[in-house]
């Protein structure tokens, strides 16, 4: 079955540092990943899919089939990065399974 | 534009109760789900509605759980006799037909007491 797994619940490190969110899947099939993003009393969002390979607020990720593995990178974390990311993999052309979650803290 | 919205946005309820939660996706969003969110667990899927094709039910946790899609618009979440287990945030998202991107609602936070 599939699954998402985000190995860290919480994340913290001071501003500027570079900041790596985990994400490892298992999926038979060709996955296709994506990160949603919740900044505090706001709504979930999407902060970026692997397919398009864009840089998203300075965030970027990368899939790599032969680790499976699909991680958050930003060279220079900022305060307002501070938010709860989830990892998703989309096993049809529909369902979302995620991870759950990493709460991320940029000190300042 | 409007986006998804959900009410009510808290819910306090007692065991036993049966309470009906609502979403009112982006308008033109054939697609619509439901997630629950809960302390520790991440997102869970619970169903979705596309059209007017049978909706997946897969993710619901029990048969005291149904929901239902009126005139493709609006979806209502049922629990019936909640239990304490019950308690979490329900979240409602909405997407064009087969599109990747899932547009979701601010929550409705449901506590059993």
């Known amino acids: 079955a599939q699954r998402v797994t985000q190995p860290e619940k919480l994340l913290s490190v001071f501003k500027g540092a570079p900041v790596e969110l985990k994400c490892n899947y298992s999926y038979s099939g060709s996955p296709e990943l994506f990160w949603y993003v919740q900044y505090s009393r706001q709504r979930l969002q999407l902060l970026l899919r692997?397919?398009s390979r864009e840089s998203i607020k300075g965030f970027t990720a990368d899939l790599n089939k032969g680790e499976t593995s699909f991680h958050l990178k930003k060279p220079f974390a900022q305060e307002e990065d501070s938010a709860m990311y989830y990892c998703?993999?989309?096993?049809?052309?529909?369902?979302?399974?995620f991870g759950k979650g990493t709460l991320l803290t940029v000190n300042p | 534009g409007a986006g998804v919205s959900q009410s009510p946005s808290n819910k306090v309820t007692e065991k036993g109760k049966d309470v009906e939660l609502r979403c009112d996706p982006i308008?033109?969003?054939?697609?619509l789900y439901w997630y629950r969110q809960s302390l520790g667990q991440g997102l869970e899927f619970l169903i979705y509605f596309q059209g007017n094709s049978a909706p997946d039910k897969s993710g619901l946790p029990s048969d005291r759980f149904s929901a239902e899609r009126t005139g493709g618009s609006v979806s209502t979440l049922t629990i019936q006799r909640t239990q304490q287990e019950d308690s979490a945030v329900y979240l409602c998202?909405?997407?064009?037909?087969?599109?990747?991107?899932?547009?979701f609602g601010p929550g409705t936070r449901l506590t059993v007491t």
């Open positions: 998202a909405s997407s064009l037909a087969g599109d990747y991107e899932q547009y």
């Open positions: 308008s033109g969003h054939t697609a």
């Open positions: 998703a993999l989309r096993i049809s052309n529909y369902k979302l399974t």
């Open positions: 692997h397919i």
